[in-house]
């Protein structure tokens, strides 16, 4: 499982592996721009991590750390998003892991600098994803699953490419 911390939408996909290759079991977001305050977010997010681990049972989480901007309120809201929804992983025992979102977007799209758009479209060749949803969060958090399983079996790529189509030639079996 993979999650996308945020504090107005937290995104989160899943994947089984079947042989050597990843199928996306379920990808979405948790809404939270709607409560009225941080700490109403922050018991919902606690609530849904734990409901989707329960529900789908997964090996690991992994989280994308968070960003270091300069807004210091954002990045304290963020990383109390962060915690909590760890702390709701941990809690059933599940494992825990993070990556830069430098690594992730490397790991699915073999560019660190790729857009957002740019990762969903390389999650839809990779795991056969007939339609991509409207809120790219959910693939933010789909792409956290993906380079964990990349990482964990050895197959993350560990620089950039000059461009999809290197990319492409260089991992075809990531696009099959």
Known sequence: MGIDPGTNKMGYGIIRIVGNHPEMVVMGYIELSKLGNSY???KHIYERVSALVRQYRPDAVAF?????????QSM????????????AAQVLDVDIFEYAPTKVKIAVSGSGGASKEQVARMLQKILHISELPRNLDATDGLAVALCHYYQSSGSIPSSSHKSWDEFIRMHPERVK
């Open 40 to 42: 109403l977010k922050l």
């Open 76 to 87: 304290l809201k963020l990383g109390r998003a962060q915690g909590v929804a760890i702390a």
């Open 64 to 72: 994308e750390a968070p960003f270091f901007g300069e807004n210091v």
